[in-house]
């Protein structure tokens, strides 16, 4: 069965920084790609980073890049989004998803059943 616990969200201000965790079960960990994508109020959802639990290889999206890290502890299961100098435009609904292939996560092609139930980032100007 896949599950997937997001915690860590929370309220900062801009320039500040949160670790983001996810708790995945072994279904969902052993789909190859974890991954997180966010979602502001009134706006499309977004990607933000995706990484192969296997190779290690990550990908991010450009309004993060060099801000944002994800990792993996494979021992617990767990994906994380280290995210640093935070800005207002980070707000947002933040969702981990878990994937066949990354390509899945970048292009926003997921089922109701690949990501958790989120956690919210607020960043304060």
């Known amino acids: 069965q896949v599950q997937l616990v997001e915690s860590g969200g929370g309220s900062v201000q801009a320039g500040g920084s949160l670790r983001l965790s996810c708790a995945a079960s072994?279904?969902?960990?052993?789909?190859?790609?974890m991954g997180w994508f966010r979602q502001a109020p009134g706006k499309e959802r977004e990607w933000v980073a995706a990484r192969h639990t296997g190779s290690g290889f990550a990908a991010y999206a450009d309004s993060i890049k060099g801000r944002f890290t994800i990792s993996q502890d494979s021992a617990k299961s767990t994906v994380y989004l280290q995210m640093n100098s935070l800005k207002p435009e980070d707000t947002g609904v933040y969702y981990c998803a878990a994937t066949p292939r990354c390509a899945d996560i970048v292009t926003m092609t997921l089922g109701r059943n690949d990501w958790g139930q989120g956690t919210q980032v607020t960043v304060s100007s």
């Open positions: 072994r279904v969902a960990y052993s789909r190859n790609c």
